[in-house]
């Protein structure tokens, strides 16, 4: 019965009147509030599926740690009981599994340069990053090659003792380019050289075997284009650490994801921690959860504001109807009744706001994923704002908008100052 009154005088508005003006703007404050919500968490998880898809060609699916340091032996046994090494281990799932050693270093790279009889050696920090011989099928590296060698290729065994693949920000640093000739590949052997930081004195040591040869230049992105790529045994014969690795990266084959991250940490035991792809890059993950939890708490004040106006015509509406009161406590409604009343009006104005603002939100997310009309200025990746609803975000926008509505509803409606010349049943 208090539903259907509630109805009844929702849809009973007198034109032109104060507080059908007042619900009006009531229901669009809310509508627009909940557009924008629906837009701005899309459009937060459009760029982040946008630099996810950008880190999965790159962030391996698993990556393995060690624990207790920086580098551990692979060769090392692990479990006393099966004298097993974690590659023995790592083998067990090769059906499933693909992986790479990998032994990284901070270093600096110098390159000597001649100018008009006098002699530059311009120096760039870097980070090189030895990877065995499938690299590239763990990560697909190839990928991201802007300019390559004719003559010498990154991991050929051939030339691995050698050769190396530096980023974009490196080779524009030094002014270097790729060896397509042995001259070139000579002059570059002469002059590259690289410095360890991690020494114990407190100047950089400088490392310098038998020289090396760009053979590639790759740009990711800014954070990875400071890296420099070699076959695994030349990092290990320049910084002397034979049969070590920083970590194992792992690509799972034909994208299989069985607790694979369970499995693996369960056999490797506490020595080892296993990482998915969210723990490799968490920074990302984390800036976007606190962006995101500070649109929420702005669109909630904005709610609030909206509020407001929801108290006002809800105020408004129960003056309004002070002989109907009368009329219902005659006809042997009870005040508790009445509130109900009241109470579900308010709520019918936020759900109308509320559903309207969500299926014109997902309108026009729609429209901006087929026409992209919102663009963006500067120099990006793209040049529209990309979108992706999802579920989780408008039931999250569905639950809030409900529960302050009825909140606020509540409280306005359970008022005893609006019944007190009332009997009380």
Same mark, same amino acid.
């Given at each position: 019965?208090? *539903?259907?009154?509630?109805?009844?005088?929702?849809?009973?508005?007198?034109?032109?009147?104060?507080?059908?003006?007042?619900?009006?703007?009531?229901?669009?404050?809310?509508?627009?509030?909940?557009?924008?919500?629906?837009?701005?968490?899309?459009?937060?998880?459009?760029?982040?599926?946008?630099?996810?898809?950008?880190?999965?060609?790159?962030?391996?699916?698993?990556?393995? &740690?060690?624990?207790?340091?920086?580098?551990?032996?692979?060769?090392?046994?692990?479990?006393?009981?099966?004298?097993?090494?974690?590659?023995?281990?790592?083998?067990?799932? &090769?059906?499933?599994?693909?992986? #790479?050693?990998?032994? &990284?270093?901070?270093?600096? *790279?110098?390159?000597?340069?001649?100018?008009?009889?006098?002699? +530059?050696?311009?120096?760039?920090?870097?980070?090189?990053?030895?990877?065995?011989?499938?690299?590239?099928?763990?990560?697909?590296?190839?990928?991201?090659?802007?300019?390559?060698?004719?003559?010498?290729?990154?991991?050929?065994?051939?030339?691995?003792?050698?050769? =190396?693949?530096?980023? *974009?920000?490196?080779?524009?640093?030094?002014? %270097?380019?790729?060896?397509? /000739?042995?001259?070139?590949?000579?002059?570059?052997?002469?002059?590259?050289?690289?410095?360890?930081?991690?020494?114990?004195?407190?100047? $950089?040591?400088?490392?310098?075997?038998?020289?090396?040869?760009?053979?590639?230049?790759? #740009? =990711?992105?800014? &954070?990875?284009?400071?890296? =420099?790529? !070699?076959?695994? +045994? %030349?990092?290990?014969?320049?910084?002397?650490?034979?049969?070590?690795?920083?970590?194992?990266?792992?690509?799972?084959? @034909?994208?299989? @994801?069985?607790?694979?991250?369970?499995?693996?940490?369960?056999?490797?035991?506490?020595?080892?921690?296993?990482?998915?792809?969210?723990?490799?890059?968490?920074? *990302?993950?984390?800036?976007?959860?606190?962006?995101?939890?500070?649109?929420?708490?702005?669109?909630?004040?904005?709610?609030?504001?909206?509020?407001?106006?929801?108290?006002?015509?809800?105020?408004?509406?129960?003056?309004?109807?002070?002989?109907?009161?009368?009329?219902?406590?005659?006809?042997? #409604?009870?005040?508790?009744?009445?509130?109900?009343?009241?109470?579900?009006?308010?709520?019918?104005?936020?759900?109308?706001?509320?559903?309207?603002?969500?299926?014109?939100?997902?309108?026009? !997310?729609?429209?901006?994923?087929?026409?992209?009309?919102?663009?963006? #200025?500067?120099?990006?990746?793209?040049?529209?704002? $990309?979108?992706?609803?999802?579920?989780?975000?408008?039931?999250?926008?569905?639950?809030?908008?409900?529960?302050?509505?009825?909140? /606020?509803?509540?409280?306005?409606?359970?008022?005893?100052?609006?019944?007190?010349?009332?009997?009380?049943?």
């Amino acid at each position: 019965m208090s *539903l259907w009154i509630a109805v009844k005088y929702f849809f009973s508005f007198n034109k032109g009147s104060a507080i059908n003006i007042i619900s009006l703007i009531t229901v669009l404050g809310i509508m627009f509030s909940t557009i924008a919500m629906v837009l701005v968490l899309s459009i937060f998880n459009g760029f982040e599926g946008l630099v996810t898809n950008l880190y999965q060609g790159y962030v391996p699916n698993l990556k393995i &740690e060690s624990s207790q340091g920086s580098f551990f032996l692979t060769d090392s046994v692990i479990d006393f009981n099966s004298q097993q090494t974690i590659i023995d281990k790592l083998k067990k799932y &090769e059906n499933d599994i693909i992986f #790479s050693e990998v032994l &990284e270093e901070e270093i600096i *790279l110098g390159y000597e340069k001649n100018n008009n009889d006098s002699t +530059e050696f311009p120096k760039v920090f870097g980070r090189i990053k030895g990877v065995s011989e499938n690299y590239n099928d763990v990560s697909n590296i190839t990928n991201y090659i802007l300019v390559e060698s004719d003559k010498y290729k990154f991991l050929d065994r051939q030339h691995s003792n050698s050769v =190396i693949m530096v980023g *974009l920000n490196i080779a524009n640093n030094l002014n %270097l380019s790729v060896a397509n /000739t042995y001259q070139q590949a000579n002059r570059q052997i002469n002059l590259l050289k690289i410095w360890s930081i991690k020494t114990s004195s407190k100047k $950089p040591e400088l490392f310098y075997k038998n020289g090396f040869i760009n053979s590639a230049i790759f #740009s =990711i992105s800014p &954070e990875f284009d400071n890296y =420099i790529f !070699s076959s695994i +045994e %030349l990092v290990r014969n320049i910084f002397e650490k034979p049969n070590h690795c920083s970590y194992i990266e792992i690509k799972f084959k @034909n994208n299989l @994801n069985f607790n694979i991250q369970d499995m693996l940490q369960k056999e490797l035991g506490d020595q080892f921690i296993v990482k998915n792809f969210k723990e490799q890059i968490p920074f *990302l993950y984390k800036m976007v959860n606190t962006e995101r939890i500070g649109v929420y708490l702005i669109f909630i004040l904005i709610l609030l504001v909206t509020m407001i106006t929801l108290i006002g015509s809800l105020t408004i509406f129960i003056l309004q109807k002070k002989e109907d009161m009368f009329i219902l406590i005659a006809l042997g #409604s009870s005040v508790k009744k009445l509130k109900n009343i009241f109470m579900i009006w308010g709520q019918i104005i936020v759900v109308i706001g509320l559903f309207s603002g969500l299926i014109f939100g997902l309108i026009f !997310s729609v429209l901006q994923n087929q026409f992209h009309f919102l663009t963006i #200025s500067g120099d990006f990746i793209i040049d529209y704002y $990309p979108i992706e609803v999802r579920i989780i975000d408008l039931i999250n926008i569905f639950i809030i908008v409900n529960i302050m509505g009825l909140v /606020t509803s509540f409280l306005v409606s359970r008022r005893n100052v609006f019944y007190k010349n009332l009997i009380n049943n």
